[in-house]
């Protein structure tokens, strides 16, 4: 089982311009998240969804939006970057509330 | 989510039992009792949860306080490849869909 697939692996960006990170996922979850990790700290809660065409804000959604289509996918997008959105990335799934997460390898991103 | 109390770091020895503490005195009694792990440039990655019995599975044990104010992951083996930041987080069936809430955690390291 492939889980949950984030690209692109690594991505550098200036200032000011655009990009999606996508995340799929293979085990029909219908809970899907978004987090941010900066150096030595915890993961931050960006977006979250519930199902398809629901989504809402974390605790960072600043600079960031998101979609949910389908149960599958669910692209972050970031539209004018900047450098203090330099981080990794990490999308996750979960069948519901209460049962295991389960996360991508992450997206490393840095803004020059 | 209710808080958890972890420490910054511990260290242990290769192939000796390693007991990871958590205090989570404000816990409700639907609370559930989660651990994720992550590793060096990985993403997290479930561990174990339990809501008031001890847990086992195949990476380790869940040892839950009577009272569930406090409770320890067990490794009861470690080695090399356990070294990584080990995070309590506490998960209530109710409410939204908003992601686990990912404190500083406890650093493992583990000596050869």
């Known amino acids: 089982n492939a889980g949950v697939t984030q690209t692109p692996k690594f991505r550098i960006l200036k200032i000011g311009q655009s990009m999606t990170l996508q995340c799929t996922q293979d085990?029909?979850?219908?809970?899907m998240y978004w987090y941010r990790q900066d150096p030595g700290m915890g993961l931050k809660l960006i977006y979250y969804?519930?199902?398809?065409?629901?989504?809402d804000k974390g605790e960072v959604p600043n600079g960031y939006n998101v979609s949910r289509s389908t149960t599958e996918d669910f692209p972050l997008r970031l539209e004018l970057a900047a450098p203090s959105q330099t981080s990794v990335y990490f999308c996750?799934?979960?069948?519901?509330?209460?049962?295991?997460?389960?996360f991508g390898q992450g997206t490393r991103l840095t803004v020059v | 989510d209710a808080k958890t109390t972890q420490p910054n770091s511990m260290e242990s020895n290769e192939e000796e039992p390693v007991h990871l503490p958590c205090n989570h005195s404000?816990?409700?009694?639907?609370?559930?009792i989660h651990w994720y792990r992550q590793l060096p440039s990985q993403g997290p990655e479930y561990v174990i949860h339990?809501?008031?019995s001890n847990v086992n599975n195949r990476m380790a044990s869940l040892a839950i306080a009577e009272d569930r104010k406090s409770s320890t992951l067990i490794l009861h083996r470690a080695t090399l490849r356990d070294a990584a930041v080990y995070y309590c987080?506490?998960?209530?069936?109710?409410?939204?869909?908003?992601?686990?809430?990912f404190g500083k955690g406890t650093h493992l390291i583990i000596q050869p």
């Open positions: 996750a799934s979960s069948y519901s509330r209460v049962t295991e997460a389960f």
């Open positions: 085990m029909n979850h219908n809970y």
């Open positions: 969804s519930v199902g398809a065409g629901i989504t």
């Open positions: 404000t816990i409700s009694g639907t609370d559930y």
């Open positions: 339990g809501l008031t």
């Open positions: 987080i506490l998960r209530a069936p109710g409410g939204g869909a908003d992601g686990l809430t």
